[in-house]
């Protein structure tokens, strides 16, 4: 059975022009410093496609021209080029401007600029519709984008803990001793070693553990950025009303009810249940995470790609818009 050649041997033909303007023709290979020098283009390109099928690996050949590369063949490619040239009769200072001109090269694609995404290119996009959905929570005409900062805000800084803390001088360990006498030593008067002026004394001003992050929002701002996030999953057509229910602890038969929806391949599922059996059966799930209707919060809403909501969680926000 053949094996499969996956080295690719790659080989350059380049004009070359003397001081009476004379044109020939090099070929050389990758990575060798040696070349062979040829009068015609047919010339050179016959002797690449004796070499490459000698050669046990893929070869192929690219096209220099006016200090840039013009395109690259391979060799049936080459062979066919080679009739053409020969049979058309065309000039050695025309060849590679023929290959060109008659599209009988490949040419490399430019790069495409990356660009960020959150979905992923193989994931497949699924819309719900959204004509149900109260207008009160899904249908806000203005979004308030400061709302929604703030509210983030908020968030973050609550969930921040003050857990970072440097020692004062009463902290710090050390003699209480009087390091020299008050008087007669030229010296400054100094009282102990604890002291901020001293090295392994005290931290002056520094952060304590008594230190509050928690950003006070009015409760207007943060229902305006719920609901306007809210407003910004329904306009995707990304909010799925349904109640998912298990008879019992089961991750598996949790990724089988959210593949029917198709969904389980998506980044970010937010699911809304109060239902611990839905809770501990999505632990194992790192794209899906699950909340309570009275913890939404206003980031994960903007993160989801889908939300999984029930009719009487709908009900619930709708109540706090009355």
Not at 97 to 109: Q, S, W
Not at 300 to 320: M, N, P, Q, R, T
Request: proline share 2%; aromatic share 8%; hydrophobic share 35%.
């Amino acid at each position: 059975m053949a094996t499969k050649n996956v080295t690719l041997e790659k080989f350059y033909i380049s004009e070359k022009f003397d001081e009476n303007r004379n044109i020939s023709f090099n070929l050389k290979k990758a990575n060798q410093k040696s070349f062979k020098n040829f009068e015609n283009f047919s010339e050179a390109l016959t002797e690449f496609i004796e070499l490459s099928e000698k050669s046990k690996n893929n070869t192929r050949v690219w096209f220099h021209r006016d200090g840039a590369y013009r395109g690259s063949v391979g060799l049936e490619k080459a062979k066919l080029i080679l009739e053409k040239v020969t049979g058309e009769k065309v000039k050695n200072e025309e060849a590679i401007d023929y290959l060109e001109k008659e599209n009988l090269v490949e040419k490399t694609l430019p790069k495409k600029p990356s660009k960020i995404s959150v979905k992923k290119d193989n994931e497949e996009h699924v819309e719900f519709s959204s004509e149900n959905l109260p207008k009160s929570v899904f249908g806000l005409e203005k979004i308030y984008n400061q709302a929604i900062f703030d509210a983030i805000l908020s968030e973050r800084g609550s969930r921040r803990l003050a857990t970072h803390k440097t020692k004062t001088r009463g902290e710090v360990s050390g003699s209480g001793k009087k390091p020299w006498d008050q008087k007669h030593t030229g010296n400054a008067r100094a009282g102990s070693l604890r002291s901020p002026i001293f090295v392994g004394g005290g931290k002056v001003f520094g952060p304590t553990t008594e230190r509050n992050y928690n950003l006070k929002i009015n409760k207007k701002t943060r229902r305006n950025a719920l609901l306007s996030a809210l407003t910004l999953l329904a306009k995707d057509h990304a909010v799925l009303v349904k109640e998912y229910s298990l008879s019992k602890i089961s991750t598996r038969e949790l990724l089988i009810k959210l593949n029917e929806d198709k969904i389980a391949s998506l980044n970010k599922v937010l699911l809304v249940s109060n239902n611990e059996t839905v809770f501990l059966s999505a632990r194992n799930l790192p794209n899906v995470t699950v909340t309570k209707v009275t913890s939404l919060s206003v980031e994960s809403l903007l993160a989801a790609d889908v939300l999984v909501i029930s009719s009487d969680d709908v009900k619930y926000l709708e109540g706090l818009v009355k």
